[in-house]
């Protein structure tokens, strides 16, 4: 059974840092791709970054490219998310999610297999 159980979301303030975690279990194949995808308070989910395996190649939305980082540790079954400079416009619910025999993440949410529950990342002073 497949498993991803997000970490990390919290309150920050404008400026600052957080790292989310995806903790991965169950999975089997070889050549899948993992994404983050947010959603904010009346808005559509939105694809944030996309990271492939096994080649590792990695993919931004514009809006965070230059201040996120996707990553990911193999031997921990974990794939992570540095957010620096963060912004209020950063307020959302991020969930991880991954699409098995994928190369790149889809821009539809609804294209990605299995999904984590989610974890909330409020920006505010």
């Known amino acids: 059974q497949v498993q991803l159980v997000e970490s990390g979301g919290g309150l920050m303030q404008p400026g600052g840092s957080l790292r989310l975690s995806c903790a991965v279990s169950?999975?089997?194949?070889?050549?899948?791709?993992i994404g983050w995808y947010r959603q904010a308070p009346g808005k559509e989910r939105e694809r944030v970054s996309c990271?492939?395996?096994?080649?590792?190649?990695?993919s931004y939305a514009d809006s965070v490219k230059g201040r996120f980082t996707i990553s990911r540790d193999n031997a921990r079954n974990t794939v992570y998310l540095q957010m620096n400079s963060l912004k209020p416009e950063d307020t959302a619910v991020y969930y991880c999610a991954a699409l098995p025999r994928g190369s790149s993440c889809p821009k539809d949410p609804y294209d990605m297999v299995y999904w984590g529950k989610g974890t909330l990342v409020t920006v505010s002073s």
């Open positions: 990271i492939s395996s096994p080649d590792g190649s990695t």
């Open positions: 169950g999975f089997t194949w070889d050549y899948y791709a």
